[in-house]
Every structure is written in structure tokens, then in C-alpha cells.
């Protein structure tokens, strides 16, 4: 699945899919589902069975949460530290 354009947001907030996050990042499926499901990655729209997610914010957050992997922190302290849960 290719990133569809038509879900932008007038090309300010641009979309991207499950696929694309694996595809850009390097990480399986399961982890980007582990990541929504955990809160981490939040959905911005669906289609479907298909998800799409703000890429403003996926950059951001997977910058981050491989910076803070690397550094020895569980995703539960991870997600504490974007988030506050």
C-alpha cells in the first residue's frame, strides 16, 4: 500500500499508512500495531481496515522513541515521557 494523498490535510498535516511507518523506519508490522495499541503512535484516520497516521507526528515520535530505546528506557517509560501516561 502506497501513502494516499488524497487524506491530507491541504498538504499541511499529510497522511501516511501502517505499510509506509514499517517501510521508512525499518519495523515490522506488529510493531507499529504494538505502538498504536500501546498509544504511542496515534491513528489521525481510517479507511477500512487501513490506518493512516499524521507524519508530522510519526517523525517525531519514532525519532524519539528509538533515541530513548537506544538509551535503555521500556516503552512504558517511554510512553510516559511523550505522553504523560
Given at each position: ?15 501516511i499508512s501502517a505499510r509506509s511507518i ?27 481496515n487501513a490506518r493512516f497516521y499524521s ?21 512504558r517509560l517511554i510512553r510516559k515521557k511523550?505522553?504523560?501516561?
Amino acid at each position: 500500500m502506497r501513502d494516499n494523498n488524497k487524506y491530507n490535510n491541504g498538504g499541511k498535516n499529510k497522511l501516511i499508512s501502517a505499510r509506509s511507518i514499517m517501510n521508512r523506519y525499518k519495523v515490522s508490522y506488529q510493531t507499529v500495531n504494538h505502538y498504536t495499541d500501546f498509544g504511542l503512535l496515534p491513528v489521525s484516520a481510517k479507511k477500512g481496515n487501513a490506518r493512516f497516521y499524521s507524519k508530522v507526528v510519526v517523525d517525531l515520535r519514532m525519532k524519539k522513541i528509538k533515541k530513548l530505546r537506544e538509551e535503555g528506557y521500556s516503552l512504558r517509560l517511554i510512553r510516559k515521557k511523550l505522553i504523560g501516561i
